[in-house]
């Protein structure tokens, strides 16, 4: 079985387009082949900074066969009396390459037609996938695309060469004015030019000798081994930032070396050391055992060891500029205190409509205020948060955040602290901005918690109360990174809070400020669902939990998102198939089902009180005392023991649908039955919309 390779050669791809455009190369290359009915064992996907390439292993030379009908005129108008195809008939077996004796009479809900049964060709692999290729090419997604001369093609960046082969016969097609060939390019400067590969099987082998790993698994590899010797050379160990997957989309032919610093700059702030080499001039930082920051870092160059003393040497002539203006720019910053800088917001424009940074410090007073309330913080730790708030945004007006904007909140701590801050109100102002992308952690401390909740809900709420909200294609004020952040935060330390009360202090304060352009009621509902989205998407896709017990549990509110989160997290405990249930209880599906039935037959009905005097059946009574005594022991449940109490209600509910008529022609009976139905159904709510369970 044949092999296919496609590479698209290209100017040099930024490192983080990668991670997006990958995974979707990969599915949409498997779906090409679908649709080309090529099968095949395995679908790999490759990126360098200089290409994209797309590996089909034991691909089918030939293509599955494959029948279509295609439905003609109805069998009346194609036969005529004597049987015989009519012009009609004819005309359509011409179009579609039958005969018209071998059209086919079938029945359908529109009465008998006839069908023309064509066989497919089987083409041959290359012949197959040329027409396909162009449009897998061009729906590779990324964060952003150019156009290049005068054509109208967008890509990440300008294509240069084409290479696609199956074994040794290219698949010919045409892109943007290129011709695919079985020409390939290896690394830009140990190997210049073009160079041949003769068969597909021996593209990595053609690359490597060509001093190009195209695998990023193995260039990711063969870093970490540069990067393990050399910390044992410098008998040092890494700091971790995620630095590695970066730099393994930075190379094509690896090789590190050690490089250092003047000792006298370890008086900087580690988070200005670690931020000027790690992200801004992609080197690893290295520290002694005990994790203090040494003086020294190892770089990754794009190349082999040839004149590596003098790229050291520019490396760290090029970090020692850095070191002295960040130098510079620290002892400046130090000649003010912190909250002297506060007045300087006013200056920083948060958003045109929303005013400056000044004015979302002073609103983060009041929603830290009104969080404070809520987690019953002491005197002592609500001043702490409150003078937080207040200094949590001064570090954007210095010259190093200005330099580095990546440093703020972290340079706030380190300006709090310089100025005589509280330790705690320094720790707050440094987690504030946390989590700051997908994966990071949330603040360490319950001040720095409270404080990102505040800054985070302040922006998303004062956003869509101004009209500001993500669309399907852009998001420049990341309200979903900062949603979610919010969400992590809630859920992984366990907050209970009331999203309700947060929302209306934002408004209330941001009312303070500006004319609401539209209701509160309205801003706070569409920041719900906005909010509901994002917890939706963390205990799906970070929690793993079941699509339909993720839409249970929050149909029934999301005020408290913690708690939302556990009535999720609870009922995939239940309906865990690995679990052995000690007590019939404890059983989901039957006690699922059952519930259903209350809330089905009421969810219509407005409620009420339940009158005992009504009742005409033994059925009712049974099921009325047995919700009465679950009822008063659920107040003190938790939530898989509130389940464990639904179950005792299963033989009553399953006792009284089968005795006992709901909809009783008497309309006082029929009430009064839908009301025990609700008051059951609402039971039930304090768990989840049971009705919502699909995957049964």
């Given at each position: 079985?044949?092999?296919f390779v496609?590479e698209?050669?290209?100017?040099e791809i930024?490192?983080?387009y990668f991670?997006?455009a990958?995974p979707?190369f ?9 649709r080309?009915?090529?099968?095949y064992r395995?679908?790999k996907?490759?990126?360098?900074p ?7 292993e ?5 293509q599955a066969?494959?029948v279509r009908e295609e439905?003609?005129p ?6 005529d009396?004597e ?6 008939a004819?005309g ?6 039958v005969s ?7 029945q ?6 006839v069908?023309?049964?064509?066989q497919e060709?089987e083409?041959?692999a290359?012949?197959?996938?040329a027409p396909?290729l162009?449009?897998?090419i061009t729906s ?8 290049w001369?005068s054509g109208?093609?967008?890509?990440a960046r300008p ?6 082969l199956v ?7 045409e892109?943007?004015?290129?011709t695919?060939?079985?020409l ?7 190997a ?8 597909a099987r ?11 790993i195209?695998n ?8 970490k ?6 910390c044992?050379?410098?008998?040092a160990l890494l700091?971790?930032?995620g630095l590695l997957e970066e730099t393994?989309?930075l190379v094509?032919?690896?090789t590190?070396?050690?490089?250092q610093?003047?000792?006298t700059y370890?008086?900087l702030?580690?988070?200005v050391?670690?931020e000027?080499?790690?992200h ?5 930082p290295l520290s002694d055992q005990?994790?203090e920051?040494l003086?020294?870092f190892?770089a990754v ?10 790229v050291?040497a520019?490396?760290?002539d090029?970090?020692k500029a850095?070191l002295?203006?960040?130098?510079y720019f620290?002892?400046q910053?130090?000649?003010r ?5 506060v007045?300087?917001l006013?200056?920083i424009a948060?958003h045109e409509?929303l005013g ?5 410090a002073r609103?983060?007073?009041h ?6 309330a809520q987690?019953n913080?002491g005197?002592s730790?609500?001043a702490?948060?409150d003078?937080?708030a207040l200094l949590c945004?001064?570090?954007l ?5 200005t330099e580095v904007s990546n440093?703020?909140g972290?340079?706030?701590r380190e ?5 005589g801050?509280?330790p ?6 440094g987690e504030?901005y ?5 994966g990071d952690n949330?603040p360490?401390?319950?001040?720095g ?20 909200v993500?669309?399907g294609?852009a998001?420049?004020?990341?309200l ?5 952040g919010?969400?992590s935060?809630?859920?992984?330390a366990?907050l209970g809070?009331?999203l309700?009360?947060?929302l209306?202090?934002?408004l209330?304060?941001l009312?303070e400020?500006?004319?609401?352009p539209r209701s ?7 920041v719900?669902d ?10 799906r896709?970070?929690q793993?939990?079941?699509y339909?017990?993720?839409e249970a549990a ?7 998102l913690d708690r ?7 009922l995939?405990f239940?309906?865990?198939?690995e679990?052995e249930?000690?007590?019939p209880e ?8 059952a519930a259903?039935?209350?809330i ?5 009905s ?7 005097r009504?009742?005409q059946?033994?059925?009712?009574s049974?099921?009325?005392?047995a919700?009465?005594s679950v ?7 938790n939530l898989v023991?509130l ?8 033989a009553?509910i399953?006792?009284?649908?089968d005795?006992?008529l709901v909809?009783?022609e008497?309309e ?6 839908l009301?025990?139905?609700?008051q059951?159904?609402?039971?039930f709510?304090?768990l989840?919309d ?7």
């Amino acid at each position: 079985m044949p092999r296919f390779v496609l590479e698209i050669g290209t100017e040099e791809i930024p490192p983080r387009y990668f991670p997006v455009a990958l995974p979707q190369f990969k599915a949409d290359g498997e779906a090409m082949l679908a649709r080309a009915r090529l099968s095949y064992r395995e679908v790999k996907v490759y990126g360098t900074p200089r290409r994209l390439a797309l590996i089909a292993e034991e691909m089918a030379a030939v293509q599955a066969p494959a029948v279509r009908e295609e439905r003609g005129p109805a069998a009346r108008v194609a036969f005529d009396a004597e049987g015989k195809p009519t012009r009609a008939a004819m005309g359509f077996a011409r179009r579609h390459g039958v005969s018209a004796e071998k059209l086919e009479r079938k029945q359908t809900d529109q009465g008998e037609y006839v069908f023309a049964i064509i066989q497919e060709p089987e083409l041959p692999a290359a012949q197959a996938l040329a027409p396909l290729l162009p449009g897998l090419i061009t729906s590779i997604p990324f964060p952003k695309t150019m156009r290049w001369g005068s054509g109208s093609l967008r890509f990440a960046r300008p294509i240069r060469w084409l290479l696609a082969l199956v074994d040794d016969e290219v698949v010919e097609f045409e892109l943007a004015g290129l011709t695919s060939g079985r020409l390939t390019r290896g690394h830009p400067t140990l190997a210049e030019g073009v160079s041949e590969v003769k068969s597909a099987r021996a593209y990595e082998d053609a690359l490597r000798t060509r001093y190009v790993i195209v695998n990023q698994g193995e260039r990711r590899a063969e870093i970490k081994v540069w990067l393990d010797l050399r910390c044992e050379e410098a008998n040092a160990l890494l700091v971790d930032g995620g630095l590695l997957e970066e730099t393994a989309f930075l190379v094509e032919w690896p090789t590190a070396a050690l490089g250092q610093f003047d000792p006298t700059y370890l008086r900087l702030p580690r988070a200005v050391l670690v931020e000027e080499m790690q992200h801004v001039q992609g080197y690893f930082p290295l520290s002694d055992q005990q994790g203090e920051l040494l003086p020294q870092f190892v770089a990754v160059r794009d190349g082999g060891s040839e004149h590596l003393a003098m790229v050291v040497a520019g490396w760290e002539d090029v970090l020692k500029a850095k070191l002295i203006d960040a130098s510079y720019f620290y002892g400046q910053d130090l000649r003010r205190p912190l909250a002297e800088r506060v007045e300087d917001l006013k200056g920083i424009a948060f958003h045109e409509r929303l005013g400056t940074m000044y004015d979302k410090a002073r609103r983060l007073a009041h929603v830290a205020a009104c969080l404070a309330a809520q987690v019953n913080l002491g005197a002592s730790e609500r001043a702490a948060l409150d003078r937080a708030a207040l200094l949590c945004k001064a570090d954007l007006t210095t010259d190093m955040v200005t330099e580095v904007s990546n440093l703020q909140g972290l340079m706030g701590r380190e300006y709090a602290l310089a100025s005589g801050e509280a330790p705690e109100v320094a720790e707050a102002i440094g987690e504030h901005y946390r989590p700051r992308f997908s994966g990071d952690n949330i603040p360490r401390t319950q001040l720095g918690r409270l404080l990102a909740i505040a800054d985070k809900v302040d922006t998303v709420t004062t956003c869509f109360a101004v009209g500001v909200v993500p669309t399907g294609s852009a998001d420049p004020y990341g309200l979903r990174r900062e949603g979610s952040g919010l969400v992590s935060i809630i859920v992984v330390a366990s907050l209970g809070l009331s999203l309700a009360g947060l929302l209306r202090a934002c408004l209330k304060a941001l009312g303070e400020q500006i004319e609401l352009p539209r209701s509160a009621d309205q801003t706070a509902h569409e920041v719900t669902d906005f909010l509901r989205q994002r917890l939706e998407t963390h205990l799906r896709e970070d929690q793993g939990i079941r699509y339909d017990l993720v839409e249970a549990a929050l149909a029934v509110g999301v005020d408290d998102l913690d708690r939302a989160a556990k009535r999720a997290g609870a009922l995939q405990f239940l309906a865990g198939p690995e679990r052995e249930h000690p007590v019939p209880e404890y059983e989901f599906l039957p006690t699922v089902i059952a519930a259903t039935r209350p809330i089905n037959i009421s969810k219509d009905s407005p409620g009420g009180e339940v009158d005992p005097r009504l009742f005409q059946d033994k059925a009712e009574s049974a099921l009325w005392e047995a919700y009465q005594s679950v009822l008063r022991e659920a107040e003190r449940a938790n939530l898989v023991e509130l389940f464990q109490l639904f179950g005792r209600l299963r033989a009553p509910i399953d006792r009284y649908f089968d005795e006992v008529l709901v909809m009783h022609e008497e309309e006082s009976i029929r009430n009064n039955r839908l009301a025990m139905c609700w008051q059951i159904s609402q039971l039930f709510r304090r768990l989840a919309d049971f009705s919502l369970i699909v995957q049964l």
